[in-house]
């Protein structure tokens, strides 16, 4: 055979084992970060994503299996594209498909995955990567100018007399944020005019800094009516906070978290959770999620979606809870249709609707129709509720309680009674299965094509059931409560003829007394208060309304509304830092055991905030570390996903008692939420175990740990840590003369190169082809070497499980003294018969035996 012919041959033939080892070409899927943040100016066109866009694939640089070809994005009417830049680096960048109007949507929220270019050129047997989150928030650009509220404004003087105030102006501005929408000045443009602007007055601005508690709001305030008699004054400070979340500050934690807070009964199913790969039926909602991280979902007639059958509470029974916030306003129409909030009807074949919550002119419906074998009369079917709530555009909660068939709805802790109830007979058993929905009700059946029908138009948070029980009046007041509000200070000091009354929110104070100088002194004690340790910053405007009565008179005196601000001051925010040993190598005994072994036993987690202060004129900046709640921690697996049969990552249901903790886990990682100190997140997490039964399987296990708070308002850094095993071999008969006890050498990787393939030739071969594999292997010395290299770690692997076959059971790794000796005359005497590179990598480990085990002790080593 020619040599280059016989070259070309060893070459297919070394290339193709290295490119078959494990299997097909395309063997791994592609590897993406588990979620993304990205900024976006409005009407620019790139998002500057944090971690960048980047899919890696194991399969490199094999072609088309190691390249990426695409990145796909899931969420409907999400204005974005992902493109590659580089198909073999993975590199991509994410762009708006159109624009985006920081006025309309502030913030986005979409999944993203990764396909490489499968086994060919045709793209066959692509593979996809795991499903991330992608964050965006959308930057203001300063576009719109101030407009006043007003086209005119008009007062009247008299002359030669000096005016306190006369009159009030107010501009507003469109931008979106608050560093572009704030109102900072007002100036008189026309000269020679004998007024000014007085920006300091009680009445136009107070400011609250977090964590302060009360801040009186009026101190200086006072009524004066020329002294004529009175017979009563009434003033009504009214704090509008509908701009803020859902109607006020409340907390922003996930609703089971809240629920667990609250103290509300377990076994709640969120109908309406976060999207993430696990609970992605919400990913192609629109979200409004830029208001403090309040999850909200926007319904605009046209989004749906389906909840999966595995998610469904089966055990429906004669007593449940449905709960939701919902703000909506009058559908459009003279004969508007039916808007579903949620819906479950028959997947195929019929159209019965089994139950469902829906609006229907401005009356909240609910259907519950029951099967005929739980009863087989007349029955309570449909319950209506007409409030002016369902219509006013604004946040309310509602839980519905079924004691069937009593049916109760409380609107914002408040019940009401239905004012109609229907009676139809129970729906005949079948066979069909059912589709629980929320945003519209499935039409399975009776249609050429299955579709949507009734779709919803508002805004829902928080929709929940919880099958078995119903919910307290005491949970529900709890689940709604807003974290600010007004408040009274030093009730004792007030007139005994002075009477006062909150609504529920405490949004609203109504203060009425006899005498003026009574009324006066109780204003002045009207404050404002924000229980949150980082509220929502930002306006809060104040609207006080006077209304007087004189003897004899209905009313004497007409006193104008007084307009006021509360600006709450951002928070210190916090940086959460998760430290620890970030490496944990540990024998196979270990990782086999039946506990495994704690990856993050040494783990500390610490909050830290800047803090400021004036002393002496002179301004100093500090780190104060704080305490606060967490409401979920991730360990995510980075790389391939833990194999079942192999290897586990859990916590003990103990590591969780007295905590207001819960934890599920997957063979993506693990996920432990709710609301509670950083402290007791500590503990669970240095109580989490990893086991692999397999361990001579395993190269490396790397994970990545993230914390956060407020729903991931604060997140701390990400923490990886990695696992790996401690090698060792088996005995090897070696005599030395300077250690009695037995010897154990490290595993040396060596390169099979030359020796390989000489120990497969014949022992007769011919000098020519003696000289033409010498020429060859000369030639191709760097694919060998890859090739082989490949072929050999194949060969490892099985060799690594043998190893675990055949080693003893009851050696066990300790702690103890460590010493390291080396035979000077090994070098020597076994020149002959030991490879070079051997000789480099040999060490003699002395151990001492212990009953029967050997113990290391890496604290007290000697060398």
Request: proline share 6%; with cysteine.
């Amino acid at each position: 055979m020619p040599i280059p012919w016989l070259c070309f041959w060893l070459f297919s033939l070394i290339l193709g084992q290295s490119r078959t080892v494990g299997g097909k070409v395309n063997k791994h899927k592609p590897w993406i970060e588990t979620s993304y943040h990205g900024v976006i100016t409005e009407n620019m066109d790139t998002v500057l994503l944090d971690p960048p866009l980047v899919a890696l694939d194991k399969d490199a640089p094999v072609p088309y299996a190691g390249e990426i070809c695409d990145f796909k994005i899931y969420g409907q009417d999400a204005p974005f594209k992902a493109v590659v830049l580089n198909r073999t680096s993975g590199e991509g960048v994410l762009k708006a498909s159109s624009p985006v109007d920081c006025e309309s949507q502030k913030e986005y929220t979409f999944i993203i995955q990764a396909y490489d270019c499968g086994s060919g050129p045709n793209g066959a047997d692509w593979k996809k990567s795991h499903k991330a989150v992608v964050h965006i928030q959308v930057d203001d650009v300063n576009e719109f100018a101030p407009v006043f509220r007003e086209p005119q404004y008009k007062a009247s003087v008299t002359e030669g007399k000096i005016y306190d105030s006369i009159l009030q102006v107010e501009a507003w501005d469109q931008d979106c944020s608050p560093q572009y929408s704030q109102i900072c000045n007002y100036e008189i443009v026309t000269p020679g005019t004998p007024f000014a602007i007085d920006r300091n007055g009680w009445n136009k601005r107070v400011d609250y800094e977090p964590g302060t508690g009360s801040k009186q709001l009026f101190p200086k305030m006072h009524l004066e009516t020329c002294g004529g008699p009175l017979s009563g004054v009434k003033a009504m400070v009214e704090l509008q906070t509908n701009h803020i979340g859902k109607g006020c500050d409340r907390e922003t934690y996930s609703e089971k978290s809240l629920q667990k807070l609250c103290g509300a009964a377990s076994g709640s199913t969120d109908l309406l959770p976060a999207p993430s790969p696990s609970t992605n039926w919400t990913s192609s909602l629109l979200t409004d999620s830029g208001r403090d991280s309040d999850l909200i979902y926007r319904f605009d007639g046209r989004q749906a979606a389906n909840v999966p059958d595995h998610v469904v509470p089966q055990n429906l029974t004669d007593q449940f809870t449905i709960a939701t916030w919902m703000k909506h306003g009058p559908s459009p129409g003279l004969r508007a249709e039916k808007e579903t909030l949620l819906c479950n009807s028959d997947k195929t074949e019929m159209n019965r609707h089994h139950y469902s919550l829906y609006v229907h002119n401005c009356r909240l419906v609910f259907l519950l129709r029951r099967d005929f074998t739980q009863v087989d009369t007349f029955r309570p079917a449909e319950f209506h509720w007409k409030l002016e709530q369902i219509c006013d555009k604004e946040w309310h909660y509602y839980v519905i309680n079924v004691e069937f068939p009593a049916v109760t709805l409380f609107v914002d802790g408040v019940t009401y009674e239905p004012y109609l109830v229907t009676d139809d007979w129970p729906i005949h058993a079948s066979k069909i299965d059912t589709q629980l929905t929320v945003g519209a009700c499935w039409q399975g059946g009776e249609v050429a094509t299955p579709r949507f029908t009734q779709y919803f138009r508002g805004s829902l948070s928080g929709l929940t059931i919880r099958p078995g029980r119903i919910e307290t009046q005491k949970v529900i007041s709890c689940l709604q409560a807003c974290k600010e509000g007004l408040d009274i200070n030093s009730l004792e000091s007030l007139a005994k003829d002075i009477k006062f009354h909150f609504n529920p929110a405490q949004s609203v104070l109504v203060v009425e007394g006899e005498d003026v100088g009574s009324i006066n002194t109780a204003m002045t004690k009207v404050s404002y208060i924000n229980s949150r340790q980082f509220p929502t910053s930002g306006l809060r405007r104040l609207h006080i309304t006077t209304t007087v009565q004189c003897f004899g008179e209905d009313t004497c005196l007409s006193i104008p509304d007084v307009k006021a601000v509360v600006m709450v001051l951002p928070p210190s925010e916090p940086r959460i830092t998760i430290t620890g040993s970030n490496r944990l190598v540990r024998p196979a005994s270990d990782l086999q055991g039946p506990l495994g072994v704690a990856p993050f036993k040494e783990l500390h987690i610490t909050s830290t905030v800047m803090k400021g202060d004036s002393v002496g004129g002179f301004h100093r900046t500090g780190v104060m570390e704080v305490m606060h709640n967490l409401d979920y921690c991730d360990i995510l697996v980075i790389g391939e996903e833990l194999s079942p049969d192999a290897e586990s990552l859990e916590i003990h249901h103990n590591a969780l008692l007295g905590k207001h903790l819960d934890a599920t886990n997957s063979t993506s990682g693990i996920s432990i939420y709710g609301v509670d100190s950083m402290a007791h997140y500590e503990q669970a997490l240095r109580q989490v175990r990893y086991r692999n039964w397999r361990p001579a399987t395993l190269t490396e296990r790397r994970f990545r740990l993230t914390c956060s708070e407020l729903n991931g308002r604060y997140t701390s850094n990400e923490f990886n840590l990695e696992v790996s095993l401690l090698h060792h071999s088996a005995p090897v008969e070696h005599v030395n003369h300077l250690a009695s006890q037995q010897q154990y050498i490290r595993p040396v990787h060596h390169p099979l190169m030359i020796h390989t393939l000489n120990s497969h030739m014949p022992g007769t071969a011919p000098p020519a082809a003696t000289v033409i594999i010498v020429v060859c292997i000369a030639a191709l010395v760097t694919i060998v070497v890859i090739g082989v290299y490949r072929i050999h770690a194949t060969h490892q692997e099985g060799s690594r499980e043998d190893e675990e076959e055949v080693k003893e059971a009851d050696v066990d790794w300790e702690n103890s003294a460590l010493t390291i000796i080396v035979n000077p005359m090994e070098n020597i005497a076994g020149n002959q018969a030991v490879d070079e590179e051997e000789e480099d990598e040999r060490d003699v480990v002395e151990k001492r035996k212990h009953e029967g085990k050997f113990e290391w002790d890496s604290s007290s080593s000697t060398y």
